[in-house]
Structures are given as structure tokens and as C-alpha cells.
């Protein structure tokens, strides 16, 4: 299945997207250290990435016209209009994309979509913005009008939505808010995902369910010890577990179970499995793996816990607000992650290299979509397609013998 990746970034989604069967036709990414990522990584031969067509540019301005039919179009739009840690201008700023990936869906019709973007994004401030991206996605062929604020394409749009007629272009959008920690990803990382699916294709889709819980965690760390037997982690060096988590484990305790359906979040231990000690000339084994001096701790700027999934990695290198960055052991000490520490708590494959310094890197990524949840996600809504696509091949064999009676 033919894919188009938008705002593509280091190509943390784009990945995800090919590990679940979809090959890129185009990936489009205007930064020129996030493209040199990708680059780099199609010289090594890296084999995700060997046959992407890399297009630096503004979304705004490429050419569509030879693309062909595509199946997915996938990508992150930027997320500071709608991120706590920004201005949360919305529509009033100018790096708000939706519009231009609404525009490349109208281009292209693909038979189905999927945008991430910021958690902010649900908040109340924008809920009505948020509901008016969603039925321009449903509707993209009804475009604003010159001179149309977005409130007035707004109404429009809810008229036209509840009117019971049928556009010649129409996706049914689903939106869900997750945490990657749900999903194996060694990270607390909160997310709005909207999925859509052209309405022709009769998907019945809903998104992934989590694999993963917090309760199989503290079940694993403090009732069966089957966390600390496998790293290894004597008493005296594992945390003390907050009064709030210790009635939380007396509750499973008591229950005699865990919720054996999921399994344990990943922590920050789970993922440096397998790398060395971190030094500033860094490592022959590992790629981008070299310590960053100058981390401090202070209050409300403390770092991740070892033992826990990382807090969401922010794009940036110092002084990000929560110390989101670093690493805090046991006893309190704290050091940046290094940049491959921060691509494993990203899942991106070891091989995959990240170009540029410390700080362009961990903007790089910062703004990814975990890979492993950008394959769950890409790989539910493959799976959907190709039913979909072998529902219609079915539908018109029975056409063509009712057309032959």
C-alpha cells in the first residue's frame, strides 16, 4: 500500500508506517537537520528508509499532480498553536497546518488518514477549533470562501455536516487521546491521534486498545518482584514507592491478581537495557550515544525516574521546563539522556541515526511520533484497507453475475 508522509520530522511516524506495510512514496519535511536525518540514514542503506523520496520543502508548495493514488496520508502537524508549553494561539498562528494537511487530503483522496498532533489540542480553550478540523477532514472538499474567517467556514461546515447530504469526497474521523505508555512505549506521552477513513472503504475501525498498564507495572515491581529479579536491582537500591502507590499496591495486593491482559509499562530501566554507561567521547557500540555535561536538578525541574516511563521528552536540548531531558537515579543524581537513550525512549531502532548536535537532535526527537506507536497505529488502519479492499473486490464479482443474469 502506497503512502504519503506530511511534517514528517526525523521520520518517527513515516517508520512506523513502513514497519506496518505501507512504502512512501513521498515524505515531505521543510527542516533541513530533520531531512539530513533521513538522508543520511537512506546513504547508510538503512533499509526503512533506502527508497523514500525525501522532499525538503513547505508542504504548502509541492506538487501533487504525478502522485498517483494513495492509500494513507499520514503526519504530525506542528504543534506549538496548541501546546501548553506555547503561545496556544490556534488558528491565529501561522504554524498551524491542519489547513495545508486538509488541502493535501482534498489533492490526493486517500482512502484513509492518520494526524497526531498535541494533547492541548482537546483542550477546552479549542474545542470548538478542534471540532472544526474534524469536519473539515470529513468534509476537505468544502473549502473556505476568500475572505471567510474559520468560525464562519465553521457553521457552514456544521450545516453542510448535519444536512444528510452526501459529499463527493467525505471521511468519517475518529479522534482518541492516548498515552504511549499504554502502548509499550517507555515514555508518558499523551497524544491525540485523528484517524479517518474515506467513506467508500466501509471500515469498521476503532483505535488500537492498550497493551500495556501501569498496575501490571507496580504488580511486577512490588508484589511478584519480577521486575528487579530481571535487572538485577537489590532492595537497597530500588525506590521508595509515594503513600498514593503504596495503597495502590495494597489494593492489588489484596486483589491477588494483576490484569493479566496487559502487560507492564516500559521504564526508563527497560529501555537503556544493553547501553553502556554513557562517556563524552562517546561509543563504539552505539550511535549518538555520548554524555551531555551540564545537567542540574532544582525544584520542578527534576527529570525522569529510572523505574518509571520517561516524562514526554520535549523538543529541546537545556533547560526545558520539567527537566523532561534527563535521566534522575535512585540516589537523586541527574544527567541528560543521551541522544540515543532519548531514540530508545522514542523507539527508533538502534541503526537509525539522528543528525546534528545534542540539542537539534532531541528537538528531532522531541516532536516524533514514537515508531512503535506509529506502527500500531498504521498498522490497525492497513489491516482495515485490506479488508476493506477485499469487501469491494466481493461486492463487484457479485455486481458483474447480477449484471450477467
Not at 519535511?29 to 531531512?35: F, R, T, V
Amino acid at each position: 500500500m502506497r503512502s504519503v508522509e506530511l511534517f514528517a520530522g526525523a521520520g518517527g511516524l513515516a517508520l512506523g508506517c513502513e514497519l506496518a506495510g505501507f512504502k512512501s512514496i513521498r515524505t515531505v519535511e521543510w527542516d533541513k537537520w530533520a531531512c539530513d536525518t533521513i538522508r543520511e540514514n537512506k546513504a547508510n542503506n538503512y533499509s526503512l528508509v533506502r527508497n523514500w523520496n525525501v522532499v525538503e520543502s513547505d508542504v504548502r508548495n509541492v506538487d501533487w499532480s504525478d502522485i498517483g493514488d494513495i492509500d494513507l496520508v499520514a503526519g504530525g502537524p506542528p504543534c506549538q498553536p496548541f501546546s501548553m508549553g506555547g503561545k496556544a494561539r490556534a488558528a491565529d498562528d501561522k504554524r498551524d497546518m491542519f489547513p495545508a494537511a486538509i488541502d493535501v487530503i482534498r489533492k490526493l483522496r486517500p482512502r484513509a488518514f492518520i494526524l497526531e498532533n498535541v494533547r492541548g489540542l482537546t483542550r477546552s480553550a479549542f474545542s470548538n477549533y478542534f471540532s472544526y478540523i474534524q469536519l473539515r477532514l470529513a468534509h476537505p472538499l468544502i473549502t473556505a470562501r476568500d475572505g471567510e474567517i474559520w468560525s464562519d467556514h465553521y457553521a457552514r461546515l456544521q450545516a453542510e455536516h448535519t444536512s444528510g447530504h452526501s459529499d463527493e469526497l467525505e471521511y468519517h474521523v475518529i479522534p482518541t487521546l492516548v498515552n504511549a505508555a499504554d502502548y509499550g512505549v517507555p515514555q508518558q506521552r499523551h497524544r491525540v491521534f485523528l484517524v479517518g477513513f474515506r467513506a467508500d472503504q466501509q471500515a469498521e475501525w476503532s483505535f488500537p486498545a492498550p497493551t500495556h498498564s501501569y498496575d501490571s507495572l507496580l504488580h511486577s515491581q512490588w508484589i511478584s518482584g519480577s521486575y528487579w529479579e530481571r535487572h538485577k536491582v537489590p532492595p537497597i537500591k530500588r525506590p521508595v514507592l509515594s503513600d498514593r502507590d503504596n495503597r495502590r499496591v495494597k489494593i492489588l495486593g489484596e486483589l491477588q491478581t494483576a490484569d493479566t491482559d496487559l502487560l507492564a509499562w516500559q521504564t526508563v530501566r527497560d529501555a537503556l537495557v544493553g547501553l553502556e554507561e554513557p562517556a563524552a567521547n562517546g561509543s563504539k557500540k552505539h550511535l549518538n550515544h555520548v554524555l551531555q555535561s551540564g545537567a542540574k536538578s532544582y525544584p520542578g525541574h527534576t527529570g525522569s525516574p529510572l523505574d518509571l516511563p520517561a516524562k514526554t521528552l520535549k523538543a529541546g536540548g537545556h533547560g526545558v521546563p520539567g527537566g523532561e531531558n534527563m535521566l534522575r537515579r535512585i540516589d537523586g543524581s541527574v544527567r541528560y539522556f543521551t541522544i540515543r537513550e532519548s531514540a530508545r525512549l522514542q523507539t527508533f531502532p538502534d541503526r537509525y541515526e539522528l543528525h546534528g548536535s545534542w540539542g537539534e537532535a532531541m528537538r528531532q526527537l522531541g516532536n516524533a511520533v514514537p515508531v512503535r506507536l506509529g506502527q500500531i497505529v498504521a498498522a490497525s488502519v492497513a489491516e482495515h484497507l485490506l479488508k476493506a479492499g477485499f469487501r469491494s473486490q466481493a461486492d463487484a464479482h457479485i455486481l458483474r453475475e447480477l449484471s450477467a443474469i
